[in-house]
């Protein structure tokens, strides 16, 4: 929790959601009116002169203000703003719904007339914003909200002005997920409400592919492929919608007007609804020592519950027509083309048959999985962690690493177990004791809880390596826990740490 508990003598709040790049999202309550709500902590650019940051202090106020009179059913609701002791704040609304990132990664990739109805609730209220001057700037599927029925809202409105403001360019500091940036973002030019489109395009890539087709090991790459890249669209309905809505001029992406009839297929078909895997491990992000901190960086929010969209955003810095990467991470790749390609049986003899081990992985850890398994990119526009998942029982092992590691990961997994399961009534604790995992210090987090109807079954081992520290999250449904062991096993016997 923070040095404060209440915000404005109103918002109590309650635990933490998730921490990104952008700032900290709180669950809270509203005391005045008795609701509970997502409270976002903006965080400005460290490195600026006091004056700019002034100057875009009162930019974000602006504009997250006039976000809140947005009003369309398809935006996520902004409740209220707050400055307060130096700190901005913005009430929005609650939302018990996963993001499209987390849906596809859970349930694979939507149809073609999926992702079609998706893709008009965000033209309408991307086309309700543009009239009213608000450029949204980072349309992505962190920031797309999937409700039960299919229906598709955009979180994050009034909050990316931090993301294109002309003092950050000049600094030389842009801000953004690479993966998902048009091309005028990568070179630092102002965002238009063509940007839009283009992250709009992406993301119905995304709907159909489980990726986005900019994703390179590396955010040096990842712009360059942004900036200099031709897209091959997904076979289909959508496929000429996709390529238009990705060209490099951003004159030529189509106006929504003409944009419109091109997404209406067929009588539109919900997004499906099965038995959902649970959410991802949460794990706290670090505090600097002595406060206790994960080995794994940050709390990335819940798949069930998501409160206004993604957090995560990298640095990166322009230099003289160059693209530096600040808190470069070890060399490795996380390219969804490349990260399943398994070494020579030979190069592996341990490894059990019906098994193949994964090389090209960032830090250089290895690991082996099942054939048949999916390996998939957990983190969009991030590639800090990996999942192998099982395609028909839905059970996954996701393993994710932070070069920044803390150092006391017994005490921050407890201190994050009370948020957990302040937010799963349902959540009881197997074990969370001390443990020694190939030499390193560990924590060995076992629970079960309900998501949807269904009984979850997780084991969430944290090490720190040294230079690194790791998570490997192994969750199925409880019904199929015991028949998982021996994956679970393997899966541990075989990781290797970077050397």
């Known amino acids: 929790m923070p040095s404060v508990t209440s915000i404005a003598d109103r918002y109590e709040l309650i635990s933490e959601l998730g921490r990104g790049g952008m700032g900290v999202v709180w669950r809270a309550k509203d005391a005045r009116l008795g609701r509970e709500i997502a409270l976002k902590e903006v965080k400005l650019p460290h490195g600026m002169a006091q004056a700019d940051r002034d100057v875009l202090r009162q930019r974000v106020l602006r504009e997250a203000k006039t976000a809140a009179s947005l009003g369309h059913p398809g935006a996520v609701t902004v409740f209220d703003v707050i400055d307060e002791d130096d700190r901005i704040y913005i009430a929005m609304e609650l939302l018990d719904a996963p993001s499209l990132a987390d849906l596809v990664t859970r349930d694979g990739p939507l149809t073609h007339e999926q992702t079609a109805l998706i893709a008009r609730d965000l033209l309408a209220v991307l086309e309700a914003a543009h009239r009213q001057g608000i450029v949204h700037r980072d349309v992505k599927p962190a920031n797309v909200m999937v409700m039960g029925d299919g229906r598709a809202k955009l979180a994050d409105f009034g909050i990316a002005a931090v993301t294109d403001d002309p003092k950050l360019t000049a600094s030389g500091y ?16 102002r965002s238009q409400p063509a940007t839009d489109l283009w992250g709009l395009g992406v993301t119905l890539y995304f709907a159909l592919v489980g990726r986005s087709p900019f994703g390179k090991s590396q955010p040096i790459a990842t712009l360059r492929s942004v900036i200099g890249d031709e897209v091959e669209p997904p076979e289909g309905p959508l496929a000429s919608v996709i390529a238009d809505l990705l060209s490099k001029d951003p004159s030529d992406r189509p106006e929504p007007a003409v944009l419109r009839p091109r997404l209406v297929l067929t009588e539109p078909t919900p997004a499906p609804t099965p038995a959902p895997v649970p959410e991802p491990a949460p794990v706290p992000a670090p505090v600097p020592a002595p406060s206790p901190v994960s080995p794994v960086r940050r709390a990335r929010p819940s798949g069930r519950v998501l409160a206004a969209g993604g957090l995560a955003a990298t ?28 070494e020579p049986q030979d190069a592996a003899p341990s490894i059990p048959e019906g098994w193949k081990r994964s090389k090209a992985l960032p830090t250089g850890y290895k690991i082996a999985y099942p054939e048949g398994w999916e390996v998939v990119e957990n983190s969009i526009g991030d590639d800090s962690s990996v999942d192998f998942r ?10 994710d690493w932070t070069d920044t590691p803390g150092t006391d990961v017994v005490g921050t997994a407890e201190s994050f177990e009370a948020g957990f399961a302040d937010r799963h009534g349902n959540y009881d604790r197997v074990k969370l004791e001390p443990a020694t995992f190939k030499g390193f210090e560990a924590v060995d987090w076992e629970y079960t809880f309900v998501d949807g109807g269904v009984q979850l079954h997780a084991v969430n081992l944290q090490f720190v390596t040294g230079p690194h520290g790791f998570a490997l999250n192994f969750q199925t449904r409880a019904d199929d ?8 096993e393997i899966f541990k016997e075989t990781f290797e740490a970077p050397s």
Not at 390 to 399: E, I, K, L
């Open 390 to 399: 099982d395609p028909g029982s839905g059970a996954y092992m996701r393993v």
């Open 481 to 488: 826990w015991d028949a998982l062991q021996e994956e679970l």
């Open 174 to 189: 842009i801000l953004g997920t690479p993966a998902y940036m048009a091309p005028e973002q990568a070179e630092g030019k």
């Open 315 to 342: 640095a990166v810095l322009v230099v003289a027509g160059f693209l530096l990467l600040g808190g470069e991470r070890d060399p490795g790749t996380n390219d969804p083309d490349r990260v399943a390609q398994e």
